[in-house]
């Protein structure tokens, strides 16, 4: 079933049509809103059957809803038949969030693996652009992050222990594409660091993580981050460019890391105190891990340069968080 509307901007016959999966999330949102705004890219959307697609109908031209409960290789073939899709890409996660990595891997590898077999069985020219994440590159030496991916059986470094179930679930996922890259797949990967920012659908994973972290306390289960966590930060849209330099350049088996800043989880909590005015004492962090993500070979291949930094941005940040009404955190009296 289609949501057809009338798409106003005015695109030439060399438009490439690109499908989006999980296109009504925090990032889907985001890349549908950006691919809009070009020109050589029209944006279709793959949706559940039972899918809210109002805020993402003015950025598609095309809204697909599912046949079933769960995306199947079925509807990815009818859509890319249908549409005339080159590009499959698939941001989609099984939210809320299982209790174990294994659980959640039952549930997010279903629209993983129908967006690769769907487009294989089509044609091997449909590249696939899939997500992962910055947490599945690091190593348990720490040092310098960059594309590469871990060995197999490699372990988790002390600190991101608690990221077991979002890390795991990522080298998981990334096992199977590079499963399907090795068996001549035509697919690619982003590893995006931890996203920030505005976006046209629902809030992030940090609007909460972080407010925990302020806090010190639980939020809806979850337990805050540990002082000794250091990641790496990008806005929403600046994500958004990267996906679209990756799917303009569509090369076959690219491995691609966006995380422009590296600042810690207290760092970041830090400026996001200081623009909310609330109390937050400053925990004592030590980089223990030597963490550096350096992202310069993404850039220079995708001839990318990052528009925004935490510090310019957080403030925005706030005031998204409170129209969401997803803040919780109290002002100083």
């Known amino acids: 079933m289609s949501d057809h509307k009338e798409f106003s901007s005015e695109k030439s016959s060399s438009v490439k049509n690109i499908l989006i999966i999980g296109a009504i999330g925090y990032i889907g949102g985001a890349l549908c809103q950006k691919f809009s705004q070009t020109e050589d890219f029209a ?22 809803r599912s046949q079933k409960v769960e995306i199947s290789s079925n509807d990815i073939v009818q859509v890319i038949r249908k549409h005339n899709i080159t590009t499959v890409i698939n941001v989609a996660w099984h939210m809320p ?3 174990t990595k294994e659980a959640q891997f039952a549930f997010d ?18 590249h696939v652009i899939t997500t992962s994440g910055n947490f599945s590159l690091i190593t348990a030496n720490g040092g310098r992050i960059t594309e590469i991916p871990p060995p197999l059986g490699y372990t988790l470094p002390e600190y991101l222990v608690c990221l077991d179930l979002l890390a795991g679930v990522n080298v998981l996922k990334d096992g199977l594409v590079e499963e399907y890259i090795s068996n001549g797949g035509n ?14 659908t629902r809030g ?35 994500l958004a460019d990267c996906y ?8 076959k088996g690219g491995h691609y890391l966006a995380a422009p800043e590296n600042l810690s989880v207290s760092q970041v909590a830090t400026l996001f105190a200081q623009a909310a005015k609330v109390e937050f004492m400053v925990p004592v962090f030590e ?19 990052w528009k925004y930094k935490v510090a310019l941005e957080v403030k925005g940040w706030v005031e998204r968080i409170k129209e969401l009404e997803t803040y919780f955190l109290e002002k100083i009296k």
């Open 244 to 251: 679209i330099a990756a799917a303009r350049k569509s090369s």
């Open 287 to 305: 980089n223990k891990d030597k963490v550096i993500f350096d992202d310069s070979h993404t850039r220079e291949v995708l001839q990318l340069q």
């Open 97 to 99: 969030l299982e209790s």
């Open 109 to 126: 590898r279903i629209p993983l693996e129908a967006a690769l077999h769907g487009a294989s069985a089509v044609s091997p020219d449909i």
């Open 204 to 238: 992030g994973f940090w609007d909460f993580a972080i407010q925990q972290f302020i806090t010190g306390k639980p939020h809806q289960g979850f337990e805050p981050f540990p002082p000794d966590f250091m990641t790496a930060w990008i806005h929403v849209e600046d």
């Open 187 to 200: 697919a690619s990967i982003v590893y995006p660091s931890s996203v920030y920012g505005s976006a046209p």
């Open 43 to 64: 944006v279709s959307a793959l949706v559940r059957s039972s899918s809210d697609i109002e805020r993402i109908k003015p950025l598609c031209k095309e809204i697909i």
